[in-house]
């Protein structure tokens, strides 16, 4: 992004949030990867959608 910006291109980052970020050191929860995958795969179409929509709006 930082090269596409000084190359004069117009630059859209997007994020997925995959799972609950835990905060405490001693807490029983625990974040890991397969939430993550999970999650990520639960949204695969709805990002899909979401980004043809976009890049038609660029587009038009
Ligand atoms: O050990 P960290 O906090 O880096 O673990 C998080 C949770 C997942 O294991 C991984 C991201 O997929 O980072
Ligand atoms: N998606 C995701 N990435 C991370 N990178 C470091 N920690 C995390 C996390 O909890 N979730």
Redesign the pocket.
Known sequence: AIVARHCGMEVLAMSLI??CC?MEFDSDQK???E???ETGKARSKDMQKLISKIVEKIAS
């Open positions: 995959t799972n835990v974040a890991n990867h939430e993550v995958l």
